[in-house]
Nanobody, 117 residues
Framework: QVHLMESGGGLVEPGGSLRLSCSAS????????MGWYRQTPGKDREMVAK???????VYADSVKGRFTISRDKLRRNWYLQMNSLKPEDTAVYYC???????????WGQGTQVTVSS
């Protein structure tokens, strides 16, 4: 079992920056896909950024060049650096991990990011 917890959300003005953190406990390993999704009311959850065990980085087109995902050496913490934030980035952001060998996804509880003046 893997448990995830996000931190770092909040209110920021357009053009500002925020850094989200995800802390993992339990049976997390370097084999897991690690990433971030976000969701707004009435819409499906969408992938924001993810990194595979093979160090393949994937970003949503809407955040390329503005957001960066990174992780620590122990692979127990990963981060989402968000720069040049826009009002349309407002959403609940979820930390995510996937164990593909058992077809299982893990989610954090979510953290609210609001971009507004």
């Amino acid at each position: 079992q893997v448990h995830l917890m996000e931190s770092g959300g909040g209110l920021v003005e357009p053009g500002g920056s925020l850094r989200l953190s995800c802390s993992a406990s339990g049976s997390i390993s370097s084999s897991h896909v690690m990433g971030w999704y976000r969701q707004t009311p009435g819409k499906d959850r969408e992938m924001v950024a993810k990194v595979s065990a093979a160090h393949d980085y994937v970003y949503a087109d809407s955040v390329k060049g503005r957001f960066t995902i990174s992780r620590d050496k122990l692979r127990r913490n990963w981060y989402l650096q968000m720069n040049s934030l826009k009002p349309e980035d407002t959403a609940v952001y979820y930390c995510y991990a996937r164990a593909s060998w058992i077809d299982r996804d893990y989610w954090g509880q979510g953290t609210q990011v609001t971009v507004s003046s």
